[in-house]
C-alpha cells in the first residue's frame, strides 16, 4: 500500500532540485545587483553631500561676498569720477585760460547711482549751462561725450564721435584749443572725431587731421572743397625742397 500524500511530502515532491539551484542563483544574482545599485547610490550621496557642504560655504560667504564687489564697484567707480574731474578740469583750463574746476558728486537714488556736475570758480559753484555764455558746457559736453564711449561696447560700437557745433558759444580765438584737446583725446582713445563747426576752416587747419569746406551751391546742393592742414603744408613744403635739391 502506497504511504498517503502530505502536504510536506507533497511540497518537497513538486520542486525538482535543478528548479531550486536555479532560483538560487537568480536570487544571488538579483543580490549582487542591488548591492552593485546600493554602492552606486551611496558615492552619489557622498558626491551630493561634498557638492551640499560646499554650496553651504558659499553661502555662508555670500553676503560677504556680496558687500565686497558693491565696494569695490563704488571705489572704481569714483576712480572713474576723479579721473573725470582731473581731465575736464584741465580742458576748461586750457580752452579758456581760467581758474576754473569741475566737479563731480555721486549719490545713491533707488539704488543706483546718480551724478551731479558742477563747476566752480574761487570755490563758488558757477552756472555749468550759462557759464561763461555756454564756453563751459561746450567744453564739458565734448568730453563727457568722449568718456561715455570709451564705456560702451568695442564689438558693438565703433570708436566714432560726431560734434555738431560743439564749439558754439567759444569764442573763435578759442576754438583751436578746443580742436586740440579734441585731437589729443581722439588719438590716445583711438577714436575717430567728426567736428561740424561754423567757424572759419583756419582755427580748425593747426591740429585737425583733415579739414573740409562745404560751399553752398546755386541749387539745392553743397560743394565740398578739401582745405590743406597745417601738417599738409609742411609735408608739401618739404616734398618741394627735397625736389628741388635732387635737381642741384
Known sequence: MNDPITPSTQSAASIPIGDASVSSDQLRRRLNKLSGKREELLRQKRSLSAEIEKADGFLKIADAVTDALDKLSQDVFHRQLRVIETTLTKALQEVLDQPIVFKATSTLKRDAASVEFVVQRDGFDEDIIRGQGGSVANILSVGLRLFAITMLDESKHRKFLVLDEQD????????????RIVQEA?????????MISHHDVRHFVRFADRVFRLIPDTGDGVTLERVATEAEHADAETATESVDQSHH
Do not use: E, K, S, Y
Not at 581722439?186 to 567728426?194: M, P
Open 186 to 194: 581722439g588719438r590716445a582713445l583711438g577714436f575717430q572725431v567728426l
Open 168 to 179: 558754439c558759444w567759444l569764442h573763435p580765438d578759442l576754438v583751436p584749443r578746443l580742436v
